[in-house]
């Protein structure tokens, strides 16, 4: 017979108080029933908010509980290991106030888990707040290293440069910084908990994929001595710069006075001549240009983007490459490390993409001993960004920002016509058979700056401060477009101080243009045998024949000729410019000859032009030369 109790138990001590077991159970499981539904309503929720606005609200989250189990942690450890005195807890101390001792901890899941991009947003973030040394550049992370390269003469040279991160590169990095561990099954049958790393988890190959929500800031160069940030303000601190996104390093300590004088200006400018006293310079302005190398040089900070450099001379071992060595080693502290000539285009501009990632403050082209062109070097020296095309991915480009200076060295170097405006040139000549034997003094320039670079680096940022402190004074009406910058900082300081001024330097430097000689040549020719003016307008077939056989078309042309050669070479020298221009095979082409006639139209040049217009009754251009 049931009495009703069996599902009760009496309390120990207390005999007359019963508890209904079924009661409780069904009270419990109600319970569990409530909390699941709210934490699924929770999950829902953040779902929801998560749907709405993307990775940023993620981030927030995950960083607000990074921070969380941060604080956490700290606690927790400050009351295991109390703080007492010794060189040991003073040290444990200040690690634990800078972070640098707290690493956070991940539960590694799945690929299949929902929470596998929880965790790939989480390691991004501790990676970040750990300050792991990676950055943002283009459209990939790097990281900076420093590698031994053979320098000019051989020498092994270490070069710090920003290299790109891979994902075995990123699991370093993450198994450095955060502790891993994973739930498995004990022989128990029971979830234990194990560390772990993150090797083949798949975390670093998402994690390089989340391009536009990294949070690592952006680098935009590297630098080795302190420079100007494009306020005035010095930059000298080690490390990475969030103004300007430049990373200095191995830098020696700079004192400097940040508004000084124009006697210290001179002093300083003094300083800087001395290190050329024995460099035979040819052209005027060459000194002013080699100065400004080593003040755009250290002044990239302040710089976006300097104009292409040259140097060129009759023969080896004349000292081209000394002048970028000098300017190298007061900036970095080391030797530049050439890039060689190459005659394949494609190839030199990939290894030239190349050094615009890796951030190098100063890039060095050595022995192109013919013509120098490159889209890349037009944007470099033009903005301050570069678009590189990703090799290997068709359509992606990727755009870089950059403040490197080019300089280019060779015997017979020229530029091509698109660089025309952009370049400034250093012409030497020793004079010698064999300059390879010439005594140069010692120490050399070389050795002087080595020996007290911080010194040298003091005397390329006074001179634009001691401008700057004067009130920037107006010394030349002349302004050349693109360069505005450069012309604050480097060329008017310059001037300021009596230098020549190395825009003289471009007019000689467009005159190394093969394309601009040809131009020339071309309308001299022009005017010779066709004559001035739009009553002498001809077709380009007229103009072939008449450059071809000069004395036949323009029987009066030994009279009017005035040239200091004689006319047999004079007519010679036109048919090889205009087989240059519209050659096509062994003869000139009347199309291609239209097709140049039209692209330099309307260019003054030495006082004349080329004019064109259709002629109505055969709806051809001609063609003619008038003086501007």
Known sequence: MQTGLENCVSVVGDPEKIIDLAALQAEAAANQKARREAEANKRADANKRKAASGYEYAFSQQAERSKQEREEFARTQQKQKPFGGGAKAKEEKADFAG????????ELSGKTSPNFMTTVERTLLHLNDAKAGIYQRGNRLVRL????EKGVKGELVKVWKLVAVTDKALEIQMMKHINWSRKIKSKENKLVEVETNPVSSGIASYALEMRGNWPFPTVEGVISAPTLRPDGKLLNELGYDRETGLMLINSPEVKINPRPGRDEAEASIELLRDLYVETAF???????????????????????????YIIR???????????????????????????????????????????FMEGRQLIFLDNHNDVLQSDLICQAVTGDKVLIRKFGVLGENIE???????????????????????TLLIEIDTGLEKPQFK??????????????????????????LAYMAAGCPVVSNKQVLDFEDWERWVRFPLIWLGEK??????????????????????????????????????????????IINPFSNAPDLKAKLDTPIGLSESAKAWREVLMAVAGVGWEPSPKKLGQWLNKNRDIIDDGLVIRGKLDPHTAMNVWWVEES
């Open 313 to 355: 001379a009759p023969k080896g071992a004349s000292g081209k490459t000394y002048i970028v060595q000098i300017a190298c080693v007061m900036a970095t502290g080391v030797k530049c490390v050439p890039m060689g000539r190459t005659k394949n285009s494609e190839e030199f501009e990939k290894r030239l993409s190349s050094l």
């Open 99 to 106: 972070g640098a001792t707290i690493k956070p901890k991940i």
């Open 400 to 422: 870089v920002s950059t403040r490197a200076v080019i300089a280019a060295t060779g015997n017979g170097i020229s530029i091509a016509e698109d660089l025309d405006r952009r």
């Open 145 to 148: 290293i420093g590698e031994w």
């Open 282 to 308: 040819k052209n005027e302005g060459a000194r002013g240009v080699a100065l400004s190398l080593d003040l755009s040089t250290v002044l990239c900070g302040a710089i976006p983007n300097t104009p292409l």
């Open 501 to 546: 001024d190395p825009l003289i330097t471009m007019d000689a430097a467009s005159d190394t243009d093969i394309g601009r000689r040809n131009a020339r040549a071309m309308r001299f020719a022009i005017k010779a045998v066709c004559g001035l003016g739009e009553t002498n307008a001809h077709f380009a077939e007229y103009i072939i024949n008449a």
């Open 439 to 464: 005594k140069y003094r010692k120490p050399s320039p070389l050795d002087l700056i080595l020996a007290d670079r911080a010194k040298y680096i003091r005397a390329a940022l006074t001179i634009p």
